[in-house]
């Protein structure tokens, strides 16, 4: 098995087991509210109607149900993309039980070969997901994508860890990041300025962050710098 395919099946693992253990916003796990930054992002969009959002790793809908629930009444829509079948499964689930079904739209789709149509959303969130391309290249790619597919005015916000370190609990013994992309906060951050160069920057921070995951049953602590990158569209 290639490391890529690898990753992907402990990755598909871990989500999993969250998404059968923990009901979207349960308290006791990651899935328990969505990210501040994507919501109070919308803050600037409050004066249009007719919003198209694209979340990008849209999982369950952590973040993809409370967007819909805001745009819902001004006859915005929603598009969900993510490479789980069952994430987006449950995702619909989670739709009509928040009565958001009529304005959220799932496809089912690694982001790296994801084609974003020119200028056709207003709104573009890509939450722990851009880490996840296929290579260095795919991730330039799909950012390139992002660009071309924001309306002018539109807004970028991402979240991405960089980083990465994970260490057995057990033996504090270094394990491999298990991780498409692992860049450096600094290397990240340079590479965000260059493809948004002549875009506003909203928000830019960056903050540490530890987590308790399993590897083989085996528990794992994984620690990473988290960014987070908010840029708007000129004309």
Known sequence: MDRIARIRQEEKKYHEYC???YALFEEGSWLYKPVKAVIETTTLLQTQRDIHILDLGCGVGRNSI????????KGGSIVCVDLLESALAKLLQYSQEYQVAECVQTILADISEYEIPQAEYDYIVAVSSLEHAQSFESLQKVLHSMQVGTKPHGLNCLVINTNLIEIEQVTQRSLEVLMEVNLSTDDML????DVYSGWELIQVNVRPQQSDIMRDEVPVILKSNVVTYVVRKRE
């Open 66 to 73: 409370p967007l819909a629930k805001q745009i819902k009444e």
């Open 190 to 193: 340079q590479l965000l300025h």
């Open 19 to 21: 998404y059968d253990n």
